[in-house]
């Protein structure tokens, strides 16, 4: 699975979108959704927020260093372990989604943590195609 940055959303200089600031998210409540447009077919690719919290660690992607250049993202070493954030310091997580139209497979980056005492963040860093 390769990320293709040519079509999707490649991260911006402006920073993520913060897509969620309040309680930690909660999988028993309705959970928060993001709805970037699809790229290759402008229909609706919903992500719900609540996935974040069994979602894959962005640097457990086969080619981090792709991942990190894809959604300008942060990687760190501490010994054995990498650690990936967004720019703010967020661990980032990595998504797989597909277009309910036209069936197009991505992976969407979002970051997540807590940001202050009980207070917790969500972004979206955008997606790219896997081919
Ligand atoms: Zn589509």
Request: with cysteine; glycine share 10%; hydrophobic share 40%.
């Amino acid at each position: 699975m390769v990320l293709d940055a040519s079509i999707g959303e490649p991260w911006n200089r402006t920073g993520p979108r913060v897509v969620h600031d309040g309680f930690e998210i909660d999988p028993a409540e309705p959970s928060p959704t993001v709805e970037p447009a699809c790229p290759v077919c402008g229909g609706t690719l919903p992500i719900a927020l609540v996935k974040l919290l069994r979602s894959g660690s962005a640097a457990a992607w086969p080619e981090p260093d792709a991942v990190v250049t894809t959604f300008g993202l942060r990687s760190k070493r501490f010994g054995d372990s990498l650690v990936i954030t967004d720019p703010i310091g967020l661990e980032a997580s990595l998504l797989s989604l597909s277009c309910g139209s036209c069936t197009t497979e991505f992976v969407a980056c979002l970051g997540y943590g807590e940001w202050q005492p009980a207070r917790y963040l969500a972004t979206y860093l955008g997606l790219v195609a896997i081919t």
